[in-house]
């Protein structure tokens, strides 16, 4: 299959699934290829394990890098490649922390347009994104050409067609010399944490009052089969690591159920999580702006609620 000219995603994968969020990359590719009569070729760099899958999501061709060094300078230098090789029209990418970096490299190495956290995209072709910690939106025209990340719980997966098949073809891309070598790499426990793909999360904030307090928030995670998340105080002092934040400067977030434990719903912490299906919030202060988002609120002291609602959990699972 002739892949010049078309669309690239590139679609990220975690122990040789593809992320969440990756696969909303590819719904938006796919509908920017509806508009623009392209067609869409899925890029796996590292791991081409997701191969098959990505055929399945719809992609229309598939290309397979193979890669040693896991990090941003190698990997955009792959994508930049790919971008100008086949004379791509858009490349997209999911808005994850290494989706945000890959895009920013990819365009200033192929001089064209980036957007950043894109939430839909207009019959015009105009990319929708929210600005100044979510209180305006834009519309951006790549006019084209481009690198779009797009923001979880925005675009939704594509309907998964078993046995629908993707050509996939391994192409060889010469990265040239790394200014930066990884010599080793530590994984920490901590880092496993998935917020962007998890379907609940309970997240607590200052009003947790203590790492001792905090623990409910573990507790009724792991009770309803979710992860952790927090504003940035809770990790400022230290009760969880900052993989965990939540928010414009942490991770955006779309879980099916998000309950706020402690958090007052300042914007910069409410931008990253109204993407969630059902939100409750527990919090002393009736007039705490969370409630303006929450589609359930508690006022009370979480260290009240927190603990009944575990005992009627667990109760329930007993
Ligand atoms: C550039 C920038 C980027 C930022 N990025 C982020 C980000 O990514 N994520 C983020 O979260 N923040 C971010 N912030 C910080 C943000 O502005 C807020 O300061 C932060 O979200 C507030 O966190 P909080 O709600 O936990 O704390 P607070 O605002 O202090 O609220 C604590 C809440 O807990 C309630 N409370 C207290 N005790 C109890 C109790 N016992 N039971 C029940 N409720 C109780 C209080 O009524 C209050 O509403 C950013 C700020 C800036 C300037």
Not at 42 to 66: E, H, I, R
Request: proline residues 3%.
């Amino acid at each position: 299959m002739e892949i010049k000219d078309m669309i690239l995603v590139y679609l990220e994968t975690v122990d040789g699934q593809i992320v969440k969020v990756s696969l909303e990359a590819l719904n938006a590719a796919k509908k920017l290829a509806a508009q623009t009569s392209k067609a869409v070729a899925a890029v796996l760099v590292g791991d081409a394990g997701a191969a098959a899958s990505a055929g399945s999501y719809g992609a229309d061709a598939v290309l397979t890098v193979a890669a040693e060094d896991h990090q941003a300078e190698s990997y955009a230098a792959i994508l930049a490649e790919l971008y100008t090789r086949y004379n791509a029209s858009c490349l997209v990418l999911g808005s994850t922390r290494d989706g945000k970096e890959l895009a920013a490299r990819v365009s200033a190495k192929a001089g064209v347009g980036c957007v950043t956290d894109a939430m839909d995209l207009t019959a015009e072709g105009g990319w929708v994104r929210s600005i100044y910690g979510g209180s305006l939106q834009e519309t951006v025209s790549l006019e084209g050409r481009g690198v779009v990340t797009v923001r979880s719980g925005t675009f939704g997966k594509p309907e998964e067609t078993p046995g629908r098949t993707a050509p996939v073809t391994a192409v060889d891309v010469e990265t040239g010399a790394l200014r930066a070598v990884i010599k080793e790499t530590v994984k920490e426990l901590a880092e496993s944490v998935n917020l962007e793909d998890a379907e609940v999360i309970v997240a607590g904030g200052r009003g947790m009052g203590s790492a001792e307090n905090f623990k409910l928030v573990h507790e009724l995670a792991e009770l309803l089969g979710g992860v952790v998340g927090a504003s940035r105080p809770a990790i400022e002092d230290g009760w969880v690591p900052r993989n965990h934040q939540v928010g414009q400067s942490g991770k955006i977030v779309a879980p099916k159920l998000y309950i706020a434990c402690g958090i007052s719903g300042a914007m910069q912490h409410v931008s990253g999580m109204t993407g969630s299906g059902y939100i409750v919030a527990i919090n002393k202060d009736e007039d705490a702006p969370i409630f303006d988002v929450a589609d359930v609120g508690i006022v009370g002291n979480v260290n009240d609620v927190l603990p009944l609602m575990i005992e009627e959990i667990k109760a329930r699972k007993a």
